[in-house]
């Protein structure tokens, strides 16, 4: 409501506004997406009107839903995934991730991919193998050695040290 309050404001009529897009009847001046920009930022929102950066928003999104909100496997590579996905030619995306946000898309994946083991690990619910398996790595020693490279923890001490906490709280 946010975003089409703030349209109607600026007497800026739309067609449709649908997660993340917004489609205009004509176009906006200058002036009107100056004074659109810095209102919607002041909600927390941000305008995005270079195409790279939309893409690069669609990609970490995919990404995000891909590790954190789906439960299940991708029966294909994430880049495959991802590609399929965005109807785009992985190289393309890949180039244009790296140049905008300056880091690859894996290295973005691997660091979602680890803070989702992370509260995994926490829940206390999944084994680390089940955990391995969740998040599609190859063997629990991959996974581990991508958490420690990227915590400077092994899991089981990650989890170890949730256990210290809670036992240190119940002793207060």
């Given at each position: 409501?946010?975003?089409?309050?703030?349209?109607?404001?600026?007497?800026?009529?739309?067609?449709?506004?649908?997660?993340?897009?917004?489609?205009?009847?004509?176009?906006?001046?200058?002036?009107?997406?100056?004074?659109?920009a810095?209102?919607?930022?002041?909600?927390?929102?941000?305008?995005?009107?270079?195409?790279?950066?939309?893409?690069?928003?669609?990609?970490?999104?995919?990404?995000?839903?891909?590790?954190?909100?789906?439960?299940?496997?991708?029966?294909?590579?994430?880049?495959?995934?991802?590609?399929k996905?965005?109807?785009?030619?992985?190289?393309?995306?890949?180039?244009?991730?790296s140049?905008?946000?300056?880091?690859?898309?894996?290295?973005?994946?691997?660091?979602?991919?680890?803070?989702?083991?992370?509260?995994?690990?926490?829940?206390?619910?999944?084994?680390?193998?089940?955990?391995?398996?969740?998040?599609?790595?190859?063997?629990?020693?991959?996974?581990?050695?991508?958490?420690?490279k990227?915590?400077?923890l092994?899991?089981?001490?990650?989890?170890?040290?949730?256990?210290?906490?809670?036992?240190?709280l119940?002793?207060?």
């Amino acid at each position: 409501m946010v975003v089409k309050d703030e349209l109607q404001r600026l007497g800026i009529n739309c067609q449709s506004i649908d997660l993340g897009v917004i489609e205009v009847e004509k176009g906006i001046s200058d002036e009107q997406m100056e004074r659109l920009a810095n209102n919607l930022r002041k909600s927390g929102l941000e305008l995005l009107d270079d195409k790279r950066n939309i893409l690069v928003e669609r990609i970490k999104c995919v990404i995000i839903e891909m590790i954190h909100y789906s439960d299940e496997v991708p029966k294909v590579n994430d880049s495959d995934y991802i590609s399929k996905k965005l109807g785009y030619d992985y190289t393309y995306l890949s180039n244009t991730f790296s140049e905008v946000k300056g880091i690859t898309i894996q290295h973005y994946i691997i660091t979602h991919k680890i803070e989702r083991a992370k509260e995994l690990l926490l829940y206390d619910e999944l084994t680390l193998t089940e955990i391995a398996y969740k998040l599609n790595y190859s063997s629990v020693a991959h996974l581990s050695n991508q958490f420690k490279k990227i915590t400077g923890l092994t899991p089981s001490y990650f989890k170890e040290m949730k256990d210290k906490r809670l036992k240190n709280l119940e002793d207060l």
